[in-house]
């Protein structure tokens, strides 16, 4: 079967690719900037076509407890939110992490902290890939930068959690959440059958019954499960990293930066070029597992690196990490819910290529 | 293991009229002497048993001295946050809608931290059986008071009686539930004497019945004792119980279907 | 005339010595040991085997289900 193109808002995209990714249910709470994620799926109603569940839940807090249940069962189960929600959701998300289930999470995020603003902004980075909630535990986070990705990353989010049965996350802006672009959508897929062995459904006679928990009062058993965790994760870093380049082959300056940034970078890239400044973007698609080895190997030929984010500061320190003092590396990017400027950057990568 | 026994000659197969029943693990529950949830955990299991649900039922079991229900019971659980049961069950009923789905919780898990998610499950009508055991009292915790703690009653952090000037008064919640037309059958039970334990069964043997409706949640309330945070034994915690707690929390049907149901009788009533 | 016997079997080292199966026994069978078990607790048991009618009132109040009931007609 063949894809369909469409002219689709960011939100619309993933409720749409939710539907035809086959996913089993949505469950989700009204917050700017992601609430059109809700209402078109009410609108299209799925449950109606694929039997897909879809219902708004009194508070986030509920909605990723839903998740929960709804993955121990072994189901395609999704919550969207924005920043503030997604701090509601900190434990329900630790509960999930911590009981080895699958299921996506999506954050439109918008300036906070506290309550505010609405506009896109990049400062739940910290949240995301280092935690959110209590306890050692990674979440798999995908950052799209086109209306194009939130669509794709739906079903590669879905497949991706199965495999490790890991929460993952999509780390969105409300830059790309509201932006219209051009979307090829996939085929839909039909809703699985298959029951993973872990879930519960019932317990039959054939098999032990089936508890599923995060909770072991043994601290010996609590480490190794610990142990396993740590396992799991380095197995993510070996094999799923994935980024972007931009006009890196000949760069001696660097930006790294994802998201709505990476658009706005792509373009300062042009406008430095244009003046004979040659800069090149690494794009992280994944922020965890972030790309560190493609970074350091990349600083080897750079004299500066710039970490472009719209917030105080938060991805310069993986980008810190990876480059491990090879060479100076600044952060840039508007806060409060401004858009950084392609001009901006141009001016502040001058600013420390002059400066030093 | 070590066994008393009554008159040997009567003991063979043939006549046994009642034993635990199998659907409840060998583990040792964990409560402390004379508490209510391992009689209330007996009759689930029972129910269980006879009604055949054992591969069609998943629990939710709460935070709280029941944390370790799964030990207990042998069906699939799945362990909720704090006050999350109610999110949790509505998830798996609406995906696996054949499935038997209950939530056991106690007064803090259903009556503070989940009285949104207890009540917003309850008002969307989910199809689930909430089971409420009200202690008025926050046992695993170290006895700190609840929603539910009655009007002067002591308690770890109310050492000087609960004042409702202060602490605001207790919560009915099975009453509240009641007024949410999404609730089918409603009913507040216990299970300190046989004759309360009989119809505590007969209430959860009706509720499995209702979920095969479809028409809506039921809540099971079960005043219950905490021997060890009341500071009081077992046989004294359930008289007080009966001169405390009952006149606040009376037992009996609060709502109950107002349609006749059809229904063969079951092979198992004669236990009830 | 058939009288009703009956006959409880008692879990001992599971049980938590609550009392409350001896206060709902209707007949008075049962009663608490005078020793403990491995973890301290004075036990029930049928101190009065014979006057026991199988009724498994202690049975189904016990909360830890340490009683298993005979009954017959003799």
Redesign the interface.
């Known amino acids: 079967m063949e894809k369909e193109l469409r002219l689709m808002k960011g939100n619309e995209a993933v409720a749409e690719a939710a539907i035809r990714a086959g996913a089993d249910g949505y469950f989700g709470y009204p917050i700017t900037p992601q609430s059109e994620i809700l209402e078109y799926l009410m609108e299209a109603k799925p449950w109606e076509t694929t039997g897909m569940v879809v219902l708004q839940a009194e508070s986030e807090v509920a909605a990723i407890n839903m998740v929960y249940g709804g993955a121990g069962c072994g189901k395609k189960v999704m919550t969207t939110s924005s920043s503030p929600g997604i701090s509601l959701k900190q434990e329900g998300i630790t509960y999930i992490a911590g009981a080895e289930l699958p299921c996506l999470i999506v954050n439109v995020v918008r300036g906070g902290p506290g309550l505010g603003t609405i506009q896109p902004a990049q400062s739940d980075y910290f949240q995301a890939t280092k935690g959110g909630g209590h306890g050692d535990y990674h979440l798999i986070v995908l950052a799209p930068a086109s209306v194009q990705e939130m669509a794709d990353f739906v079903d590669l989010s879905f497949e991706l959690a199965f495999k490790y049965r890991n929460p993952v996350m999509i780390l969105s802006d409300g830059a790309i959440g509201q932006m219209v672009e051009k979307v090829w959508l996939s085929p839909q897929k039909e809703r699985s059958k298959t029951v993973p062995s872990w879930a519960t459904t019932g317990k039959p006679s054939t098999r032990e019954r089936i508890i599923i928990t995060s909770l072991d009062l043994d601290p010996y058993a609590q480490e190794r499960f610990n142990q396993k965790l740590i396992d799991k994760y380095n197995v993510i870093r070996e094999n799923e990293v994935r980024f972007e380049e931009f006009q890196c082959d000949d760069a001696e300056y660097l930006f790294v930066a994802y998201g709505i940034s990476a658009r706005v970078c792509q373009k300062a890239v042009q406008l430095c070029r244009a003046e004979g400044i040659k800069v090149g973007l690494l794009r992280p698609i994944t922020l965890f597992p972030f790309p560190s080895k493609r970074i350091n190997k990349l600083a080897d030929k750079m004299k500066l690196i710039l970490s472009i984010e719209m917030s105080a500061g938060q991805m310069v320190e993986d980008v810190m990490l990876s480059v491990n003092g090879k060479v100076p590396v600044y952060h840039f990017g508007r806060m409060g819910g401004i858009v950084t400027a392609p001009d901006e950057v141009v001016e502040f990568l001058k600013s420390k290529i002059i400066g030093g | 293991m070590a066994v008393a026994t009554g008159i040997k000659e009567v003991i063979k197969p043939e006549n046994l009229v009642y034993k635990k029943s199998k659907i409840m693990t060998d583990n040792v529950l964990s409560y402390c002497p004379g508490c209510g949830h391992g009689t209330a955990h007996r009759i689930l299991a029972e129910i269980i048993e006879e009604e055949d649900l054992q591969s069609r039922t998943i629990g939710i079991c709460p935070v709280g001295c029941s944390v370790l229900l799964y030990n207990f019971l042998d069906i699939d659980w799945q362990e909720a946050a704090h006050g999350r049961a109610p999110a949790l069950a509505t998830a798996v009923k609406r995906l696996l809608p054949d499935r038997f789905v209950f939530t056991y919780q106690g007064d803090g898990d259903l009556a503070a931290i989940g009285t949104a998610e207890t009540i917003h499950a309850c008002n969307r009508g989910e199809n689930i059986l909430i089971i409420f055991v009200n202690n008025g009292i926050y046992g695993m915790t170290g006895g700190q008071m609840a929603p539910t703690t009655l009007p002067g009653m002591k308690s770890s952090t109310s050492p000087y009686g609960r004042d409702v000037k202060l602490m605001g008064n207790p919560l009915k919640m099975t009453e509240i539930v009641a007024t949410l037309p999404g609730t089918y059958y409603v009913t507040r039970q216990s299970v300190h004497t046989a004759a309360n334990v009989k119809k505590t069964k007969k209430a959860m043997r009706k509720a499995f019945q209702y979920q095969k409706l479809g028409k809506g949640t039921c809540f099971i309330e079960i005043v219950s004792n905490c021997p060890s945070n009341w500071k009081m034994t077992p046989v004294e915690s359930n008289k007080w119980m009966e001169q405390n707690m009952f006149p606040f929390y009376p037992l009996g049907d609060i709502k109950v279907p107002v349609e006749e149901i059809a229904q063969k009788p079951s092979n198992s009533e004669k236990n009830d | 005339m058939a009288k009703i016997?009956?006959?409880?079997?008692?879990?001992?080292?599971?049980c938590?010595?609550?009392?409350?199966c001896?206060?709902?026994c209707p007949t008075g069978?049962i009663a608490m040991?005078k020793e403990v078990?491995h973890k301290g607790?004075f036990?029930?048991?049928?101190a009065n085997?014979?006057l026991?009618i199988?009724?498994?009132?202690c049975?189904?109040?016990?909360?830890?289900?340490?009683?298993?009931?005979?009954?017959?007609k003799i």
């Open positions: 016997r009956g006959s409880i079997v008692v879990d001992v080292e599971r938590k010595g609550c009392e409350v001896m206060v709902t069978t040991a078990n607790y036990y029930a048991f049928p085997p014979e026991c199988g009724c498994a009132n049975a189904m109040v016990c909360p830890d289900g340490v009683i298993t009931v005979y009954k017959t």
